[in-house]
């Protein structure tokens, strides 16, 4: 069974680049059709999905998110690691990585429907990291 792990600082300071990694067991991050993902939960807000990666290495951001955002992928230790650059406060949330399975498809029905599926809470997930940005 895959196990999904985050790891990263749980303080940034404002204006930094928050960069949390998500470590893998149990499955490959490569395995066909499944896209890794970083979704967030900000105090006393939904889910909001951030991006992801595929198993082929292409990449899809939020447009929110999109001009701050990077996720990369070492696939030789099986993790991915998200990116986020000038980060405020409001970027202060829980930090979820997640694996859910889709077909391929265009970027644009791939992005709905990642969205979809994580919204439902679908797929495997980490407990989720705590990064709070504060001076």
């Known amino acids: 069974q895959v196990q999904l792990q985050e790891s990263g600082p749980g303080l940034v300071k404002p204006s930094q680049t928050l960069s949390l990694t998500c470590t893998v067991s149990?499955?490959?991050?490569?395995?066909?059709?499944?896209?890794w993902n970083w979704i967030r939960q900000a105090p006393g807000k939904g889910l909001e999905w951030m991006g992801a990666?595929?198993?082929?290495?292409?990449?899809y951001y939020s447009p929110s998110l999109k001009s701050r955002t990077s996720i990369s992928r070492d696939t030789s230790k099986n993790r991915f690691t998200l990116q986020l650059t000038s980060v405020t406060p409001e970027d202060t949330a829980v930090y979820y990585c997640a694996r859910v399975f889709a077909a391929d498809r265009t970027e644009t029905t791939t992005i709905a429907t990642l969205k979809s599926l994580l919204g439902r809470r679908q797929g495997s997930w980490g407990q989720g990291t705590q990064v709070t940005v504060s001076p």
């Open positions: 990666i595929s198993y082929s290495g292409s990449t």
């Open positions: 149990g499955g490959s991050i490569t395995m066909l059709n499944s896209y």
